[in-house]
Nanobody, 116 residues
Framework: VQLVESGGGLVHSGESLNLSCTAS????????MSWYRQTPGTLRDLVAA????????NYADAAKGRFTISRDNAKNTVYLQMNSVKPEDTAVYYC??????????WGQGTQVTVSS
């Protein structure tokens, strides 16, 4: 099982970034996929989640109106489009796969740094 995030990097405040997470080794299309973020000394916080079909999404208040989660089940990939980023969006971003009764899977994380 693997979840591999990509797309992180250094951007300026107000710019956009698109994160990707490609899965392998499990039935991706059956899993709720989520993006979390974490800063040093804090717990991982949910950013956004998407249902297995992609028909339902959920966002943290900090992400509403700026971030969009989507998925392509044919490519086993979940995305996080981040627009109008702010310095407080600086964190390591992780993707997570979850399904009732199954193990939870996490990626290794990708660093996003937003300069002011």
């Amino acid at each position: 099982v693997q979840l591999v995030e990509s797309g992180g990097g250094l951007v300026h405040s107000g710019e956009s970034l698109n994160l990707s997470c490609t899965a392998s080794g499990f039935a991706f299309s059956n899993y709720i996929m989520s993006w979390y973020r974490q800063t040093p000394g804090t717990l991982r916080d949910l950013v956004a989640a998407i249902s297995p079909s992609g028909g339902s999404t959920n966002y943290a208040d900090a992400a509403k109106g700026r971030f969009t989660i989507s998925r392509d089940n044919a490519k086993n990939t979940v995305y996080l489009q981040m627009n109008s980023v702010k310095p407080e969006d600086t964190a390591v971003y992780y993707c997570k796969g979850a399904q009732n009764g199954r193990p939870v899977y996490w990626g290794q994380g990708t660093q996003v740094t937003v300069s002011s």
